[in-house]
């Protein structure tokens, strides 16, 4: 039940000042990914602000991307809550628009106990049987870590719990998740200056916020490594790390929709608690991307 191979980008929502969401901006924003190569689309994850839109602002912005891109590319949809009703709620809305497939983070805040992920995400993945899902670990937001053990519980256990975004950091932890997952695991990349490393230990691709502002060198990174390319992706993925190092220089989105409008893409403005970036902050970011060759407006 794969979802996708490659770079897929957590593409940003983007605003108007007054903070309403911009869907005429976003349809470009989906055009502009498709045309440079990128493999999948995921919609209102960390990078799309989603813990600011409302229900209905989170199920109408799914919908939009679901209908614009049509079945072009896949179309992964980000439905994770830390209440297990609200995310089965969201998924089965996600699932009947047409997402191929469902990004879902831990439990966030409360927390949960290993055994309480599994009864969570088993929950979610029983609310939608046909739609694959990838978890999503990401502990220095969420203060909660899927143990490899419960990884490989859940992939063996549950048909459509087929992925996990591994966004930890922790690379003895990830490959020991690949290990007890015996090859049942589509692993994807949470951090753009982890993509090779995380392809060595049986990665299909990565979801990435760098393919918001650089997405044909993302795919390429990705592609080149899976043909066996080894030197021209590490050539990519070294020349991005301090771009990756600017866009994550302040909390994600803010550095990332910065970098988005300065090349003229409008992402807009972002919903508080997220700020506009420090000056200081744009100086560094604009440098970056200029010595990766982005064009600035």
Known sequence: MSIFTGAGVAIVTPMKPDGEVNYEKLDELLEYQIANKTD???ICGTTGESSTLTHGEHLKTIKFAVDRVNKRIPVIAG???NCTSTAIMMSKEAASYGADGLLIVTPYYNKATQGGLIAHYTAIAESVKGTPIIMYNVPSRTGCNIAPETTAHLVKNVDNIVGLKAASGDLSQIAKTMYLCDGNLELYSG?????????????????SVLS?????????????FLAGDLKGAAQIQLRAIPLVAALFSEVNPIPV??????MGLGAGALRLPMTEMTPAGKEKLAKAMKDFGIALK
Do not use: C, F, Y
């Open 79 to 81: 439905t994770g809550s």
């Open 212 to 224: 918001n502002i650089a997405p044909e060198e993302t795919h390429d990174m990705v592609a080149k």
């Open 191 to 207: 951090n753009d200056d982890q993509v090779l490393p995380i392809l060595s230990l049986g990665g299909v691709g990565v979801i």
């Open 257 to 262: 929709k910065a970098a988005l409008n300065m």
């Open 40 to 42: 999948a689309i995921i």
